[in-house]
């Protein structure tokens, strides 16, 4: 008669009884591990995997709440990617149930912003029209690249308390082809700490701009 080990072994593993809120980081990149390529579970190669294990140990909470639960079994079921947790938990801004429509809304605001941008680039506007349209772009910027920028590498300065500068601004006259976007600075050391392209510039002319919009950081 086989015994409930041998039988148990046969079973397989069901990842909703294998993450709780509140188990350590540690167990739970491990459960996550022997989840995967069972039945209903995503498949994975050690190569594919193993990175993505290393990512999760440096960003879940520890120990792991129940959002990062429900988010580690959406994972495990194929309801969402991989890049899409990773994504959350770099941010750590919204719940997960919010990530998604709060992506779309923080990227067509991005996107609204630097179309109003580009349509302005050139024409003759008054300082407070400028100003306007430069707060607007800033604000929808911030918040799609504050929770992802660094802090000043030498003082220690956050990224809220950094220089935000428009490359280039809406008073520049003349582009280079290449990319444009939003850099950081420290105004205490006088350094450039991130990029963040939006858009890269496939033609140039003074008063004529097309870009193609990209939403990255490099
Ligand atoms: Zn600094």
Same mark, same amino acid.
């Given at each position: 008669?086989?015994?409930?080990? +041998?039988?148990?072994? %046969?079973?397989?593993?069901?990842?909703? *009884?294998? !993450?709780?809120?509140?188990? @350590?980081?540690?167990?739970?990149?491990?459960?996550?591990?022997?989840?995967?390529?069972?039945?209903?579970?995503?498949?994975?190669?050690?190569?594919?995997?193993?990175?993505?294990?290393?990512?999760?140990?440096?960003?879940?909470?520890?120990?792991?709440?129940?959002?990062?639960?429900?988010?580690?079994?959406?994972?495990?079921?194929?309801?969402?990617?991989?890049?899409?947790?990773?994504?959350?938990?770099?941010?750590?801004?919204?719940?997960?149930?919010?990530?998604?429509?709060?992506?779309?809304?923080?990227? +067509?605001?991005?996107? %609204?912003?630097?179309?109003?941008?580009? *349509?302005? !680039?050139?024409?003759?506007? @008054?300082?407070?029209?400028?100003?306007?349209?430069?707060?607007?772009?800033?604000?929808?910027?911030?918040?799609?690249?504050?929770?992802?920028?660094?802090?000043?590498?030498?003082?220690?300065?956050?990224?809220?308390?950094?220089?935000?500068?428009?490359?280039?601004?809406?008073?520049?006259?003349?582009?280079?082809?290449?990319?444009?976007?939003?850099?950081?600075?420290?105004?205490?050391?006088?350094?450039?700490?991130?990029?963040?392209?939006?858009?890269?510039?496939?033609?140039?002319?003074?008063?004529?701009?097309?870009?193609?919009?990209?939403?990255?950081?490099?």
């Amino acid at each position: 008669m086989a015994t409930l080990e +041998a039988l148990q072994a %046969q079973m397989p593993i069901l990842p909703e *009884n294998r !993450f709780v809120p509140g188990m @350590s980081r540690t167990d739970a990149v491990g459960a996550f591990r022997e989840c995967v390529n069972q039945p209903q579970t995503i498949f994975s190669t050690d190569h594919w995997l193993r990175p993505k294990l290393d990512s999760l140990r440096l960003l879940l909470h520890d120990p792991i709440t129940a959002d990062e639960v429900s988010a580690l079994l959406d994972v495990l079921y194929k309801r969402h990617f991989m890049k899409d947790l990773l994504e959350w938990l770099t941010r750590k801004t919204e719940p997960w149930s919010m990530f998604f429509v709060d992506r779309e809304e923080r990227h +067509a605001a991005l996107s %609204q912003a630097q179309n109003e941008w580009l *349509n302005n !680039f050139g024409k003759p506007l @008054s300082g407070k029209q400028r100003a306007l349209i430069e707060r607007k772009h800033l604000a929808a910027a911030k918040k799609e690249y504050l929770p992802i920028a660094k802090p000043c590498a030498s003082c220690g300065l956050p990224p809220e308390k950094l220089e935000w500068f428009h490359y280039p601004s809406l008073g520049a006259t003349r582009f280079t082809p290449g990319r444009i976007g939003w850099q950081t600075r420290c105004g205490i050391c006088r350094q450039e700490i991130d990029f963040f392209t939006t858009m890269l510039i496939c033609t140039t002319r003074k008063d004529s701009v097309k870009g193609l919009m990209l939403l990255t950081r490099t």
